[in-house]
């Protein structure tokens, strides 16, 4: 049994990992600003873990969070392209330097390892695909900047204090928990609970924009392997976090319509500002390194996903009837 802290837990990937590793009998401290997150997310595991409701840039929260911590599995953060665009400075501030602070905590609580959520927005416009480790980032909106100047720093802060990190690039995930109502959310929970709600999803460009869509789980297993990996691999290295494979906009479109039987066909929009075109993982690094391999397929994922925010839809609807 080790203790883990995980930043960002009221959130999508944060919640889930945090059933993972109560269900495997770790100990689970958590943290989150609740600024997207929601502790509705941990009910059902509530009892089983600490929580504070502390942000990541407070210097004394952070201090107390990495205290006899082994493992701490970085989510916390303003994850969104838009909203980085609409709002730099704000998520420069939780994104760049409420991980610095978190370092500072880890280093001096003499944390095991860090894992860290990167991202493959990292990557931005680069033509070749599939996207690569090695391949010089061009990260093209801030959020995109912000999630790669950590890399830099969890590298940096092995080298200058010798505190193990790993940086998994997650490709787009999905999954239960995923927020589906607000302008930031990702496009699986969008398309699926507008279509739910009756209305037209609208998809952003011609829908010939594509993604290597990876289901929650697969991410899950990343950290726990990350965290399992010899110190050796655990320098700072970043590793993609994908399945090898890419869906467009309008496969995704057709595959949540036929779950759901919903006919209408999409509307398009103006591509969004900061956006990139197309993203695929080459996985062989994280397969060799962590021995990573993406377990639950796009499609089986689709439908564990539209099955939860069905459920989850029918118990908000007979709340409101016996409300
Ligand atoms: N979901 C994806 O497809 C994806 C892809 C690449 C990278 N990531 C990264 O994975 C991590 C988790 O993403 P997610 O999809 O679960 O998002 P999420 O918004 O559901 O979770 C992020 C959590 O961090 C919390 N948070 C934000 N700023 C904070 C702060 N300053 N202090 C404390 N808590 C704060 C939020 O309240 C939220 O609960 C993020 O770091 C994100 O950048 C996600």
Redesign the pocket.
């Known amino acids: 049994m080790a203790r883990y802290l995980i930043?960002?837990i009221?959130?999508?990937?944060?919640s889930t990992l945090a059933h993972a590793l109560v269900e495997q009998g770790h100990e689970v401290r958590g943290?989150?600003?609740?600024?997207?997150?929601s502790l509705d997310n941990l009910a059902d595991i509530r009892h089983a873990i600490s929580f504070e409701q502390t942000?990541?840039?407070d210097v004394a929260g952070m201090k107390a969070a990495c205290e006899g911590v082994d493992f701490v599995l970085h989510?916390?953060?303003?994850?969104s392209v838009p909203r980085s665009v609409k709002d730099p400075l704000g998520s420069h501030q939780?994104n760049i330097n409420?991980t610095l602070n978190l370092l500072i905590a880890a280093r001096d609580a003499k944390v095991r390892r860090i894992v860290y959520?990167a991202?493959?927005s990292a990557y931005g416009d680069q033509p070749t695909q599939p996207k690569q480790e090695d391949m010089p980032p061009l990260p093209l909106s801030p959020y995109a900047v912000q999630?790669l100047t950590c890399e830099y720093y969890i590298q940096s802060f092995y080298r200058a204090y010798g505190l193990e990190g790993i940086c998994l690039r997650?490709f787009?995930?999905f999954g239960p928990h995923?927020?589906a109502d607000s302008p930031y959310s990702?496009v699986i929970a969008q398309f699926t609970y507008k279509m739910m709600a009756g209305d037209t999803p609208t998809i952003f460009g011609d829908g010939l924009t594509s993604r290597d869509f990876n289901y929650v789980d697969n991410a899950v297993s990343a950290n726990l392997l990350a965290c399992a990996a010899p110190s050796a691999v655990a320098t700072g290295r970043v590793f993609n976090i994908g399945t090898g494979k890419s869906q467009t906009l309008n496969d995704v479109y057709a595959a949540i319509a036929g779950e759901l039987g919903f006919r209408e066909k999409p509307k398009y929009g103006p591509p969004r500002e900061g956006d990139i075109r197309h993203s695929l993982a080459n996985i062989e690094r994280a397969t060799a390194e962590l021995g990573y391999r993406p377990k639950v397929g796009f499609h089986d994922g689709l439908r564990k996903t539209i099955a939860w925010y069905v459920a989850e839809h029918e118990k908000k609807a007979a709340t409101t009837i016996e409300g």
């Open positions: 930043t960002g009221a959130g999508f990937i944060g943290i989150d600003n609740l600024s997207t997150g942000d990541l840039q989510q916390g953060a303003l994850a939780s409420g959520a991202s493959s999630k997650y787009n995930i995923q927020a990702g």
